[in-house]
């Protein structure tokens, strides 16, 4: 079994939708959770970062943690054509491990 | 403050070649870690630098190595460049105590003929 599993996509909404990414995970050693945004070409960006189970929130997107279910999600709310781009989950204990990235595109 | 900095940003090389790739992380941070990104295999860890020491190592040929100077400063090299060596080629810096966040660079675009 994968550390981590991520839907790599296409994922394809029309612009307004809320979008939901998701990633699950089998390390239980993992203690920090974190979003990054790559937009075609460039660095990934990190978007969202936190360490508990529950919800965090920054602007339109919100953070979702479950340590019981290993499973962590990321939620745009108002997707714009601005957040195409790719969304890669990462957890860190000792390193930091990486999704393979969800391809997201809002149509406009 | 500013963020970190990779050079090149392009780079075109033949097989056989060598290549040599700087980062310069943000400032204070004192931890560098390096990537491989390719389309097929996503973003691969190659090692990571604290304190001019390598600190963690991931899976790939010993023609890839590195090295991070006294200012934190990191460098990157590839010998006897192959084809699959093509790639984006990315830099993280971290404050380095073990387990926060990590920034990236632009990254540099490798490809080789």
């Known amino acids: 079994q994968k550390e981590v599993e991520q839907d790599p996509g296409p994922l394809s909404v029309p612009e307004g939708a809320i979008v939901s990414l998701n990633c699950t995970y089998s390390?239980?050693?993992?203690?920090?959770f974190m979003w990054y945004r790559q937009y075609s070409r460039k660095g990934p960006e990190l978007l969202m970062y936190?360490?508990?189970?529950g919800n965090k929130e920054d602007g339109r997107f919100t953070a979702q943690v479950d340590k019981s279910s290993k499973y962590i999600s990321l939620f745009i709310r108002d997707s714009q054509p601005s957040d195409s781009a790719t969304y890669l989950c990462?957890?860190?204990?000792?390193?930091?491990?990486f999704g393979s990235g969800t391809r997201l595109s809002i149509r406009p | 403050k500013a963020g970190v900095t990779q050079t090149p940003r392009y780079l075109i090389k033949t097989r056989g070649q060598q290549v040599t790739l700087s980062c310069s992380p943000i400032?204070?941070?004192?931890?560098v870690s390096w990537y491989q990104q390719t389309p097929g295999q996503g973003l691969q860890f190659l090692f990571e630098?604290?304190?001019?020491?390598?600190?963690n190592k991931g899976n790939f040929p010993g023609r890839f190595s590195g090295r991070q100077f006294s200012n934190s400063r990191s460098e990157m090299n590839v010998s006897t460049l192959e084809l699959g060596d093509s790639a984006l080629y990315l830099c993280?810096?971290?404050?380095?105590?073990?387990?926060?966040?990590?920034?990236f660079g632009p990254g540099t675009r490798l490809l080789v003929l």
């Open positions: 993280a810096s971290s404050l380095g105590k073990g387990e926060e966040t990590q920034y």
């Open positions: 390390n239980s050693a993992f203690q920090y």
């Open positions: 936190t360490y508990s189970s």
């Open positions: 990462a957890f860190s204990a000792s390193k930091i491990i």
């Open positions: 400032s204070g941070h004192r931890s």
């Open positions: 630098y604290f304190s001019e020491t390598q600190r």
